[in-house]
T-cell receptor, first 118, second 112 residues
Framework: AQKITQTQPGMFVQEKEAVTLDCTYDTSDPSYGLFWYKQPSSGEMIFLIYQGSYDQQNATEGRYSLNFQKARKSANLVISASQLGDSAMYFCAMRELQKGGANSKLTFGKGITLSVRP | DSGVTQTPKHLITATGQRVTLRCSPRSGDLSVYWYQQSLDQGLQFLIQYYNGEERAKGNILERFSAQQFPDLHSELNLSSLELGDSALYFC???????????FGPGTRLTVL
């Protein structure tokens, strides 16, 4: 079963406007983490933001915020004041705890392409 | 710069050959993860090492193997290469707290 779902087609946003990138997830673990990564055309994976399943408040990192709705199993990324450099592929990922609480692999969604228009 | 280094950046080779990809994690990180990114499969987890021991395996082919050395660097060995192995291979590392996985710049493998 698909654990991370990103179904939006390519997204477009006008420079300086806000944009929301959708992500839904599926897990039966009570403890998990949700991540967003940015992958520009150069190929590197850049960590943006993290939300733990027990975190009471939505995570924020500069212009990035995560709209975490636990009951709906969604973790949407909000980018405020879009910049031309935000044009990239964005991946949502989930980490579930392995047995013994060890560090765990990430499961990624298929990604969303964001294009920022001047 | 994430602090994770990967070499080489690009690798072009022929079918049937064997290659080794190298990764050095961030200073102090004990966990190393290998991921494969291809057009058809997306980003997939291959294997994880923690302080020299294999911790988890994902969709890693039997032709592929990895190890983590005492100095914590890791190598991913790909053998009997096929055209379909062409992909971007990422290494990532994390702290024990694991709130972030830091990715290296990747190695782009092209099999001709």
């Amino acid at each position: 079963a698909q654990k991370i779902t990103q179904t939006q087609p390519g997204m477009f946003v006008q420079e300086k406007e806000a944009v929301t990138l959708d992500c839904t997830y599926d897990t039966s673990d009570p403890s998990y983490g949700l991540f967003w990564y940015k992958q520009p055309s150069s190929g590197e994976m850049i960590f943006l933001i993290y939300q733990g399943s027990y975190d009471q408040q939505n995570a924020t990192e500069g212009r990035y915020s995560l709209n975490f709705q636990k009951a709906r199993k969604s973790a949407n990324l909000v980018i405020s004041a879009s910049q031309l450099g935000d044009s990239a592929m964005y991946f949502c990922a989930m980490r579930e705890l392995q047995k013994g609480g060890a560090n765990s692999k990430l499961t990624f969604g298929k990604g969303i392409t964001l294009s920022v228009r001047p | 710069d994430s602090g994770v280094t990967q070499t080489p950046k690009h690798l072009i080779t022929a079918t049937g050959q064997r290659v080794t990809l190298r990764c050095s994690p961030r200073s102090g990180d004990l966990s190393v993860y290998w991921y494969q990114q291809s057009l058809d499969q997306g980003l997939q987890f291959l294997i994880q090492y923690y302080n020299g021991e294999e911790r988890a395996k994902g969709n890693i082919l039997e032709r592929f193997s990895a190890q983590q050395f005492p100095d914590l660097h890791s190598e991913l060995n790909l053998s009997s290469l096929e055209l379909g192995d062409s992909a971007l291979y990422f290494c990532a590392s994390s702290t024990r707290r694991d709130n972030e996985q830091f990715f290296g710049p990747g190695t782009r493998l092209t099999v001709l």
